[in-house]
């Protein structure tokens, strides 16, 4: 992996190299950007749009040229102007990025219809990223949702560095992974709930599933839940070594965060908060951080995070 200095961010026209449609509306994109893939940390992001011709305003004398207009133009989706910002899902050594998302609003919808060969205007990479300079023994990753997108990179990272593995992942029913059938006993779960994410088996991690509409091998229940056991069963001599690094909405977050602090783990939290430029420059991602003199400073996810410690975030700022 190539090390810049931080805050090297590159802008690129990068080619979709292939789209794939996944389970429940979710998407996989591939788009070649050598120097984000060869650069970005687990935990990064970067912020994509498609870039299209955003229609000059025009005036209208009546009603009926309107409708005559629009008769050989068709209305067709505008572009989104503010990028959309994805956590790095995988990376390649030939140069491929991929990102992982659920189509939810106009921008993903845009995306998961992009044409193959057409070219997305990228930032990246952003932000900090976990911070791995002391590789836990085990790593607990905690997913809920398309959390699980950014937690992939990480794990193939950890796995790489000699870290053993526990994914837990939440999901309403569907996930964007290939799920199979484990024979392996886990101790802190019902001996029926077997599935686990291939992927995530081939780095030799133990993989458990929560969904909130009951599936088949899966645990009904959220990723808190999965956690909850795990730690519940874990005896105190073997908390030693474990860190717990979670991706997700806020409140489960808050959760996990939570957990982390009642068996006195260390906990990264990925922020996925709603933002605006992504840069830096305009304050719509801020959240409450506790700083080093204890008290809560407004830092800006994009560029101060995504990644924090779990302890640092004003959870109850939200609530
Ligand atoms: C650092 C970071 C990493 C992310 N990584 C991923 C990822 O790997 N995969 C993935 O599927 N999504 C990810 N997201 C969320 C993703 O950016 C949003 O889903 C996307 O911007 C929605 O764009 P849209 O135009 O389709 O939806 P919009 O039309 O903007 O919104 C549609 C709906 O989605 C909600 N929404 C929009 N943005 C967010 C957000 N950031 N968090 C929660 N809800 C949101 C809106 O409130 C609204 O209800 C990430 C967000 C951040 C900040
Ligand atoms: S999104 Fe603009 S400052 Fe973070």
Request: contains cysteine.
């Amino acid at each position: 992996m190539e090390v810049l200095p931080r805050n090297t961010i590159h802008h690129l026209r990068c080619p979709v190299l292939d789209v794939v449609e996944l389970e429940g509306g979710h998407c996989r994109l591939r788009f070649h950007a050598p120097p984000i893939a060869r650069s970005s940390i687990p935990g990064q992001f970067v912020n994509v749009r498609l870039p299209g011709r955003i229609d000059r305003p025009r005036a209208f004398d009546s009603y009926a040229d309107v409708v005559e207009y629009h008769k050989t133009h068709p209305v067709g989706e505008a572009p989104f102007l503010l990028a959309r910002p994805f956590g790095v899902h995988r990376a390649g050594a030939d140069g491929w990025v991929e990102i992982l998302f659920k189509v939810v609003g106009r921008g993903t919808r845009l995306l998961a219809g992009a044409a193959l060969g057409s070219r997305l205007d990228v930032l990246g990479s952003i932000g900090n990223g976990f911070n791995l300079t002391q590789p836990p023994q085990t790593a607990v990753l905690v997913a809920g949702g398309t959390g699980i997108a950014p937690l992939y990179l990480l794990a193939e990272r950890l796995h790489r560095a000699g870290s053993g593995l526990v994914v837990l992942v939440g999901t309403g029913f569907a996930l964007p992974m290939t799920l199979s059938d484990s024979d392996e006993v886990v101790h802190f779960l019902d001996k029926d709930v077997t599935a686990v994410i291939d992927e995530y088996v081939d780095l030799g991690a133990v993989v458990r599933i929560a969904t909130i509409e009951p599936r088949k091998g899966c645990h009904t229940g959220t990723s808190v839940d999965l956690l909850s056991q795990y730690l519940q069963a874990l005896p105190p001599g073997e908390r030693a070594g474990k860190a717990i690094f979670s991706c997700g909405p806020w409140a489960m977050q808050a959760a996990v965060a939570g957990l982390a602090a009642r068996y006195a783990m260390p906990c990264q939290v990925l922020l996925e908060e709603r933002m605006g430029c992504g840069l830096g420059a305009c304050m719509a991602c801020v959240c409450k951080i506790r700083q080093e003199t204890g008290e809560y400073k407004y830092k800006r996810v994009c560029v101060d995070g995504p990644v924090f410690d779990a302890n640092d975030v004003g959870w109850e700022a939200r609530e």
